[in-house]
């Protein structure tokens, strides 16, 4: 019974976490220097208001927002970094800001381009050193070690100075550094970051992997809408400190309507196809590209339209850009 307990335990529960800022608010002119010392203005910023999720073990999730929706205070709370100003937080069953060390044994946590590799050494030294300082043993290390070497691609770059490495190099051998003590959990701010392509499609690639195989559940941030949707299951979109949505990437599109983009290419300058129900996008040397709305227009149906333009050459539909979607989003939320 103890047992099935624990492995019921959900990765981490937000409960109507706030937490609050508080900025000393001075002005520029010389003649308001005694009046900021001796009566400052408080001004009280709400980073995070009431926000409550839950994320099961072994999922796969991206947690989004725009500059300053607080992204980065949730991970820095549910990491032991900060301490929410009410409600209650719990991951892996441990409440972050007390037990904070017990809890740093079973997660890991990488923000974006900050590093703990030893600046001054070769890689391995710094993986070595966490050994010995994190108390890993030894058959763990060696065997964490071969794999991220492999699947990481770090065999080259084992013995370099962390200072001589590429950003793509470094970011892996971040990634490579953070699983040494096989965490449970993972927290992940902007890992593909000026990445170039493939140094970006093999990390992506790499965090599936462990956490298909090895049910690591992740938590991962990104401005890169696309990168998200190729790795995670399921999107948490904040805003202005709240849960704004909640579920599957397929569902955030139906939020702003059910979009679809259709590619056409003729042997004419001019479009095709006018009709109300299908919103041209832009058209340039023969190819033009519609928007439609699934929930209005069938795709059946626009096959159909389609069928009696004898000029269309080739034909391509696809998902509106998830990136577009979230966009859209931004915006209507500023309003």
Known sequence: ?????????????????IKEYCQWQRSGNV??????????????VTALNQISLQINKGEFVAYAGANGAGKSTTIKILSGILMPTAGTVSVLGLNPARDRIRLMSRIGVLFGQRTELWWDHPVLSSFEWKK???????STYRRNLEMVTELLDLSDILKTFARELSL??????????????????IFLDEPTLGLDVL?????????????????TTVVVTSHDMDDLEEMAQRMILINKGQIAFDGNFDQLRNVMGGFYRIVLTTNSEVPPLSLPELRLLKT?????????DRNILEIHMVMKL???????????IKKAPIEDVVANLYLSWRK
């Open 306 to 316: 389609l069928s009696s333009y004898p000029q269309i050459l080739d034909m391509e």
């Open 31 to 44: 003649r308001d220097i005694i009046k900021n010392l001796i009566h400052p203005e408080k001004r009280v």
């Open 168 to 185: 793509g190099q470094r970011m892996r051998a971040d990634i490579a550094m953070l699983l040494l003590h096989s965490p449970e959990l």
């Open 284 to 292: 340039q040397n023969g190819i033009h590209e519609y928007e439609f």
């Open 132 to 138: 010995e300082v994190w108390n890993i043993p030894d």
């Open 199 to 215: 140094a970006k499609q093999q990390m992506i690639r790499f965090l599936k992997k462990i956490n298909q195989e090895n049910k």
């Open 1 to 17: 019974m103890k047992n099935q307990v624990v492995q019921d335990t959900p990765a981490l529960v937000i409960d109507n976490i």
